[in-house]
């Protein structure tokens, strides 16, 4: 059994920052790539960040330069460091954990950035 779970989200004022983490627990031996995903009230989900076991990273363009994403490998763990945030970035964000053979998704934190 494996558990994905996403923490750090809430209410920010827009230019702030959030921190989101995300943890993959459970029976898992080869996590090649971790990522982020989020899904704007009346809108499709949408990829916002990936990265690989190696290092390789990936950003939707709205999100470069603003967004960082990051990942421990040892805790299978990923961070996506937010900062300059703006309202359109409102959106339940998930994690998504990716091997071999499976892939699975968390049940996401909210990040709503308004004044």
């Known amino acids: 059994q494996v558990h994905v779970v996403e923490s750090g989200g809430g209410l920010v004022q827009p230019g702030g920052s959030l921190r989101l983490s995300c943890a993959a627990s459970?029976?898992?031996?080869?996590?090649?790539?971790m990522g982020w995903y989020r899904q704007a009230p009346g809108k499709q989900r949408e990829w916002v960040a990936t990265?690989?076991?190696?290092?390789?990273?990936n950003y939707i363009d709205s999100v470069k330069g603003r967004f960082t994403i990051s990942r421990d490998n040892a805790k299978n763990t990923v961070y996506l460091q937010m900062n300059s945030l703006k309202p359109e970035d409102t959106a339940v964000y998930y994690c998504?954990?990716?091997?071999?053979?499976?892939?699975?998704w968390g049940q996401g934190t909210q990040v709503t950035v308004s004044s």
């Open positions: 990265i690989s076991s190696g290092g390789r990273i």
């Open positions: 459970g029976s898992i031996f080869s996590i090649n790539v």
């Open positions: 998504k954990v990716v091997g071999p053979q499976f892939d699975y």
